[in-house]
């Protein structure tokens, strides 16, 4: 079956625009993580969801950024008012269950100038 | 707060050589560990899933090995290959997020 798949996989923006990346993750897969990864380093943990309710999102850097999975399906993560910091791989994993081995997308390139 | 760090940084390696990639945490309560490969501008590939019960998972010419007590794993190639070149990530499975080392990048030169 098709993979977790992520849209777009590029998106250059302005500094101040708001940006909102998908993540279609594994059919049947209950859970649902965000991380971001800059350059040269491991990804870091941004948010999880359990169905559609976000167990965890700790890992969010401020308030410029939320995520949503209405459905228990697809889920988007937004950013709002994007600045240069923001610039970084975002990256979406699925599994089942939760605790298990994830999979990941192909991730998103953000670049914000 | 669990750490993970991946030694070395980065590594060369003459074709058909065997290697050992190490990995090592800080939090011993750990459910699984998962290693990736990772090419550049590409996805995570995952390789090998340990859980957290097991000492060892095979597949192919990888071998990972996990010692909780201690703290470490170590991903095992053998007969390495030019295609073997990416940077390879250790992922500490602590409830249901990973911790990520920073990787090994490694070169296998023909």
């Known amino acids: 079956g098709a993979g977790v798949s992520q849209s777009p996989r590029y998106k250059v923006t302005k500094r101040g625009q708001d940006v909102a990346l998908r993540c279609d993750p594994i059919s049947g897969h209950v859970s649902l993580y965000w991380y971001r990864q800059a350059l040269g380093q491991g990804p870091e943990f941004l948010t999880y969801f359990n169905y559609e309710a976000q167990q965890d999102k700790s890992g969010l850097p401020n308030d410029r950024f939320s995520a949503e999975r209405p459905e228990g399906s697809i889920s988007t993560l937004t950013i709002q008012r994007t600045e240069q910091r923001d610039s970084a791989m975002y990256r979406c994993?699925?599994?089942?269950?939760?605790?298990?081995?994830?999979?990941f997308g192909p991730g998103t390139r953000l670049t914000v100038l | 707060k669990q750490e993970v760090t991946q030694i070395p940084a980065a590594l060369s390696v003459p074709e058909g050589e065997n290697l050992v990639l190490n990995c090592s945490f800080t939090d011993s309560a750990i459910y699984n560990l998962q290693w990736f490969r990772q090419d550049p501008g590409k996805g995570l590939t995952s390789l090998l899933l340990?859980?957290?019960s097991q000492r060892e998972q095979t597949s192919g010419r990888l071998n990972a090995s996990l010692d909780k007590s201690s703290g470490r794993s170590t991903l095992y190639i053998a007969a390495s290959q030019p295609g073997d070149s990416a940077t390879y990530l250790c992922?500490?499975?602590?409830?249901?997020?990973?911790?990520w080392g920073a990787g090994t990048k490694l070169i296998i030169k023909p």
């Open positions: 994993a699925s599994s089942y269950p939760t605790i298990s081995e994830q999979f």
């Open positions: 992922a500490v499975g602590s409830n249901y997020q990973l911790i």
């Open positions: 340990i859980q957290s």
